[in-house]
T-cell receptor, first 113, second 110 residues
Framework: KAGVTQTPRYLIKTRGQQVTLSCSPI?????VSWYQQTPGQGLQFLFE???????NKGNFPGRFSGRQFSNSRSEMNVSTLELGDSALYLC????????????FGAGTRLSVL | EDKVVQSPLSLVVHEGDTVTLNCSYE??????LLWYKQEKKAPTFLFML????IEKKSGRLSSILDKKELFSILNITATQTGDSAVYLC??????????FGKGTKLSVIP
């Protein structure tokens, strides 16, 4: 069974640009969560989607948005990039029930110059 | 605000040593506590704990939860260089998000 797939693996952008990251969950999983990982803050929750609906959102500015498609694939978008957005963005998938195990992808490393 | 604190932040041991990693938490609701191992990029799942006092074991790794004192430990016996990684503890409050600690960086030297 294939794991969680994130594309692209690396991205370099400049301040002010926008970026879209993609996540394909494990087959059969309907929940996708996004996390930002930085050396200073660790892993922080961005948002979670289940059946194309956002069920929870973390404390990030509105420049961070996401969506989920009917095949459970998800995208997250960051607009007007800032230097502080440089991070590893991790996606996790689960069946979507409370207390399900979340399985992570390898992440997208975003560098903002 | 939910909080997860891991200690120590980093640890250097020799192959064959036994290590204990700590995770304490304060959350408004508690459903489960999870341990992950992060070597390069993707955190890989190790254990999920929901009940106090029941040890989960996988090979040389084991973990236990104390819901009264609000902490968990992860033990690794007979450490190997392949155990070098960041070990992450996370709490699931049942709201479809995980709250993570900052992690413990374990380095195992031959």
């Amino acid at each position: 069974k294939a794991g969680v797939t994130q594309t692209p693996r690396y991205l370099i952008k400049t301040r002010g640009q926008q970026v879209t990251l993609s996540c394909s969950p494990i087959s059969g999983h309907r929940s996708v969560s996004w996390y930002q990982q930085t050396p200073g803050q660790g892993l922080q929750f961005l948002f979670e989607y289940f059946s194309e609906t956002q069920r929870n959102k973390g404390n990030f500015p509105g420049r961070f948005s996401g969506r989920q498609f009917s095949n459970s694939r998800s995208e997250m978008n960051v607009s007007t990039l800032e230097l502080g957005d440089s991070a590893l963005y991790l996606c996790a998938s689960s069946l979507g029930q409370v207390t399900d195990i979340q399985y992570f992808g390898a992440g997208t490393r975003l560098s903002v110059l | 605000e939910d909080k997860v604190v891991q200690s120590p932040l980093s640890l250097v041991v020799h192959e064959g040593d036994t290590v204990t990693l700590n995770c304490s938490y304060e959350v408004t609701n508690f459903r489960s506590l999870l341990w992950y191992k992060q070597e390069k990029k993707a955190p890989t799942f190790l254990f999920m704990l929901t009940s106090s006092g029941i040890e989960k074991k996988s090979g040389r790794l084991s973990s236990i939860l104390d819901k009264k004192e609000l902490f968990s430990i992860l033990n690794i016996t007979a450490t190997q260089t392949g155990d070098s990684a960041v070990y992450l503890c996370a709490v699931d409050p049942g709201s479809y998000q995980l709250t993570f600690g900052k992690g413990t960086k374990l380095s195992v030297i031959p």
